[in-house]
């Protein structure tokens, strides 16, 4: 066994908490080395809290640490691009979670940052990972569903948001974006050439006037003529719900059946079962998975499973999306290509 | 076509009732031409609601009319054989609701008269017309399922019965005779030899030492080494559940999923299906497919599905389990044969 | 019991074998009086098969027929509309089958010509009278899912078309209409403003230069924000499938699991369940309670539970999403009204 | 963080490999430091694949090793008592594989040792820390489901097995005592007071007159009146089975639903799911909770959730039922007792 990856999380909020502890306990093969986070005393916590030794205020001294192989960034997003850059010129190979940036501009300086430093780049679209979506994919390239037809992929959160903290096309380069990247890797050998993008303040119609969007629906065309459907909203009742389907000339993969587990209660009210709650509960595994994949193909040089190109892919039909809203018809991706 | 079966119904409760219902408007091959009940005025009555022309309060009266082609049996269990014989006696085909008889020399009586008659017997198994249990007897006949090795059916009602009206053996005689011939139905070719059974008052304990046996197991084995397994309790609080399975070498059959239908709703508390709430509900088709193969065997001069060898097998089964209950061990089934 | 109502079937093909079949099997409250149908020998080959004795070459002797209180319309879509007329003029009340009318105006003609008679029309949108989908009107009737945000309605045929014999815009005409219906049926009170529609020839590329159109998914837009999304396909390799879902601000409805019944064999494949295989399978109890509810509307004087102008409004959406596909744009309502 | 446990492994096998493997990668609070086993050579190979140092093909050198705090026996069942006296007597704590005994005798034993050096006894019973049955006993705990009155547990093996190496009462001493534990688990506060079994040789009946018994029913009754019914057979054909079923006063508990995912994948042959195949795949989490229990126990001197008495216990029903298909006759719990 060769010495295992050293590791600095960048960003010790929700999804970093999450990420470092996956590194510390459940991957083998990799070692947390230090936490990053500008915040006043939160990357030493973090550190602290899983063992980790270093925790650094400055993320420069992220790049003069010799320990450290590679980065998570888990930062907020506004703040990926600039990592992925950063990181590549500082030689370390880097996993970076969704979005990798904001604009194509930007998406094309990481990857460009990237190539010409050799790292690993690895973007965190998670549900490529998850037992299902990888079996439907697994039937896909057997040839089992056939060519694919009707595709669909879906994203609710359990709600409880601030809408104040919502920046616009949140729905579609935050939530969406996995959404688009899934339809990809559903269909692969095919690419989106046009969207149709509806999206509304549902959840919260009285944000409607600021321009949050909460609940929306995205048709995509395939260049062989395939149809995705994406939808989200912020908010379900009864948890957190993440499901998709292909319906190819074979037959129809659904994935994603939303049971927190295998038991059922009957009683008067009929039979229940409980529902998902959250994301980390539902992907945990995947989540595992990801970053499996990442320290692996850091270690044998491999290239990673979901690229720069995967992640600028997936922002273009974001931006597309976006666009469409704003102009109420149907926009081609070549659009928001300049 | 030829000219629809003239059927008169006796008993005019709650089974009497529906199987009239079914035979006025889900057989077209039958047409309702009497209803027999000695409580006064309940025959007219029936007859008046079904729009079905006589009431006869003297079940003599049917076997006098020339309409009568066969009857339907639905009065209480202890008038079943002597009703058989009369059937028979007067050249009536009979349909029969279980159990057939309450001893085994009087199911042997029933079976001579019949036989001696030349006319139909069915036995209200309706299990065996259910579209479940039928599927998997196909897949049994298929050579699928391979041979049995483990089997299993239960009944649950819902609920709500009185005590004092229990008499004892019910649960042995009225339910788990259902489970008894599904049992020998889902293993063709073999039979019973032993069983051994345990049961109490657990729904109602304040009954315990009037006899009331409302919760029973009994395990079966049959000729060939497969054991089954039946199952009954009085009490569901989620309503009526009847299910099934066969464990063979090919594989597994199971059998009534107990929803009531292919709706969910996922709200706060989760994922909510509901339940079947009755056995009318659950049944509906099954019940039209018995009498509608009652008729057909009517009119066609063909062997009934379920015969009164049937009845009189599970009969013996059910014998066997209220005496092993009584004995506390083992109980061979030509133990009871006397 | 007041008389059976008298009814005279228009059209003998699939449809109309199986609603005259309903009408004589499964319907006290109508008698089958005649069957009409232009093609040789057609009529009275079908009432002779269901013992109905009257059988029409030419539709005018139903109007003439004395015993016919009412007719169902089950013939070629395109003749819809003037049969309603007809019937009305001759003071019959009447059952279309879907599509009503073809165009706006000869949806009006007919909604007058019935108004000026006062009779019944009721419209064959059977989805709504599906135990399933009449469930989830009563969540959103109680008040349980809330306010609707995004709803869905699919259908997908089991293929085995020929496909020139597909009409342009059958799949928005007479396919998708069905869902068009019930995304209003699910939500009550609420109206359609505007549609984006994306469709293709998928299943049969061969023809996708002569205009044909097997799949497609069409966005709406309700005039309170809530989004619904509509998916045909003519073929799937399963059988017949047809879902729904209603997500709302209390929770979430599905319906129609796709399960044929509740057998599941788990072999060396897995698991398995049988699939629906075809809407006569999965509708049969929808079929007969349309019905019913006709026949009841007819025999109390009552308002026909689907109406004229429901017939209309989903017509208004099935134009406009094939205008949409024509013009490669969102189209609104008020644009195919002039 | 106090420092993590030293574990040492006792037994290179198939259990003792997963669980070495957990220790080293899913449980943070361990430590793997050796491994044990007579096996020549096994020891130091399992060591040098999970990365732990030193191998020992005596176990005597375990007792010797400083760094060893605990030990996990999943040797040959033969040998788990002594290994748990002698372990007690080095004064290290132990987790043990079912079945912890073969004899009454040698449970007391190693129950008195562990109780004399005071150290912390836990039992592979790793059913009680699967969700589904953790979530189960939660609605007992809460009173939701009411007073158990009928209770099932199953256990189906994929088959495979050689005949001649199943030592006779293997279906109860290794395979049934997990259900055993599992009734006894779902019914706290009640004792298993009489059993009756019947077993076979169904899966290989050449080789039943060597004593084989492959498949077994046994109906528990617990003091209370409640029933259980255990069911074990060494061959599924779909693979590995585990379920669990409770019938209480207020509703139905079902635990095991036997799916591997979420994934369906309808095609022409109905809608398949993949089933479990194995236990290690069912209850990878099941086995990684039991030893972080044991873990916790440890370092908090807290008692263990799964104890030396409950080992017994199920131990006594094991040998009450092998002693009933010997005798052919329920056995008392307390017929075993001397």
Redesign the interface.
Known sequence: ?SAPVGVALIGSGRMGSFHGETV???L?GARLVAVADPAPGAAERLAAAL?AGRGYADVARVWEDPAVDAVVVASPARTHAALVVAAAEAGRHVFCEKPMAATLADADRAIDAVRAAGVVLQVGFNRRFA??WR??RV?LDAG????P??LRSLT?DPGGFDPARVPPDTIFLETLIHDFDTLRFLHPGAEVVEV?A?A????E?GWRDRGLLD???V?L?FDD???G?A?A?F????GY?VRGEV?G???????????????????????????VRGDQELFRDAYTAELGAFVEAVRSGGPAPVTGEDARAALAIALAAAESVRA???VRIDEVEK
């Open positions: 066994m510390v306990r459940r083998p063992g037992p299902d079996a439907a039937l089992t569903l056939g060519t037809r009707l609710r149709h509806v509304d303040a549902l959840v119609p609940t929306a629906v048709v065309r003529g395939a149809m459907v939808e909203c908010e379900a009742a009864y719900d319906l000339s074979g037959g129809m993969a659904t994935m994603g059946d939303g049971r927190r587990g295998g038991l059922a209660f009957s009683g008067p009210a009929g039979r229940v079962v409980e529902t109420g018809r149907p």
